[in-house]
């Protein structure tokens, strides 16, 4: 098979995701007929029904952020590798209790956060709706504009020797400048999937330059040298794990099989930087890719990579099925080629 065939192998082949996924964001298919049945068979398919249920207006910290599968930032990110995104009516009548609530925050400059968690949810709701396509939404905006000038001032003026509190009792204990001094003064994994998905960000020259300024640095080995999580932080009397650091599976060793689920995630994040497709781990990790190219010439990952699990973060790659039947081998074929496509269109290798 010629690999420019594999975008037509998956159309004639895979299951409704994959179809719709492929003929609008791959084949960039305008044909109203053919997207729209494409788009009937993708609302039908179990796999988009169960998980758009999962979608219901529970506001709160725990509610936005947690393992449970029905957290907000799991649903709407398997809702959006599913291929639901915005200006899809049903989709769109889901999230919008979500947009409102946002817009109600940032127009009152209120947080409902308190706690060690304070400031953590607004940039959290506002990342998975840039993720889904409302980035350019003026709440949604906002917010990810400030979650930008913030990575940035940590990519300028952070001096990883000083990072964590020296002779402290506790291990790994942040120093005190990034969540006192400044708010939710570290980047969040959250975060460079949000800028990563806000296209304006990328068509002005200004911030298109801060971000590749916060990529480099978090792709640098002082960055990726930090403990994953980025260790701990103190409140009141207490101390609580931090959390979603920007940690790539691979950069300084070959990833195990574990890491892999989470690297195809960060690969389709990372991709749209130029910073990041230059890098090293970025080119040694697309040669990973390429090793599990099948004789017939589609791919063809271990099923440890594409893991479904009843809990976990989607973040953390817990949700990667695509498929609504994969008992077959060949469910698999069509999600590991769909994936390694996708990763290669956003980095402009297509």
């Known amino acids: 098979m010629i690999r420019s065939d594999l975008p037509w ?14 003929m609008v964001e791959i084949l960039g298919e305008t044909d109203i007929g053919l997207v729209s049945k494409a788009l009937e068979d993708l609302f039908n398919s179990p796999i988009v029904t169960k998980w ?40 769109d009548t889901k999230t919008l209790p979500f947009r409102a609530w946002l817009s109600d925050r940032v127009e009152e400059s209120i947080t409902d956060d308190d706690g060690p968690g304070t400031g953590f949810s607004m940039p959290l709701v506002a990342s998975y709706l840039a993720y889904a396509g409302y980035d350019d939404t003026k709440p949604v905006k906002t917010v990810m504009l400030e979650r930008l000038e913030r990575s940035l001032e940590f990519a300028e003026t952070v001096d990883f020797d000083e990072f964590y509190v020296k002779g402290n009792k506790k291990e790994w204990l942040v120093s005190p400048r990034f969540y006192v001094d400044v708010e939710q003064g570290l980047p969040y994994v959250h975060d460079i999937r949000g800028i990563a998905s806000s296209k304006w960000i990328f068509e002005k020259d200004e911030y298109n330059r801060m971000a590749e300024r916060v990529i480099a640095t978090i792709l640098s080995p002082e960055y990726q040298g930090l403990k994953p999580g980025y260790g701990y932080l103190k409140y009141e009397k207490r101390t609580y794990t931090i959390g979603s650091s920007v940690h790539v599976p691979g950069f300084s060793s070959f990833p195990t099989e574990n890491e892999m689920s989470r690297l195809l995630l960060c690969l389709e994040m ?72 996708k990763i290669k269109q956003l980095a402009g290798l297509l």
């Open 270 to 341: 990372m991709a749209p930087f130029m910073t990041a497709r230059e890098s090293n781990w970025f080119q040694k990790s697309l040669d990973v890719l390429e090793e599990q190219v099948t004789d017939d010439g589609h791919y063809r990952f271990p099923r440890k990579w594409l893991p479904e699990r009843q809990s976990g973060y989607w973040v953390g790659a817990n949700y990667m099925a695509l498929e609504d039947e994969r008992r077959k081998q060949s469910a698999i074929d069509y999600e590991s080629t769909f994936r390694v496509l």
């Open 9 to 22: 192998w998956l159309l004639d082949n895979a299951g409704p995701v994959i179809r719709f996924r492929t």
């Open 52 to 91: 758009l249920e999962l979608l219901k207006p529970r506001m709160g910290f725990h509610n936005f952020h947690s393992s449970m599968p029905v957290a907000f930032g799991n649903v709407m990110g398997k809702l959006v590798q599913l291929g639901l995104h915005a200006g899809l009516q049903a989709f």
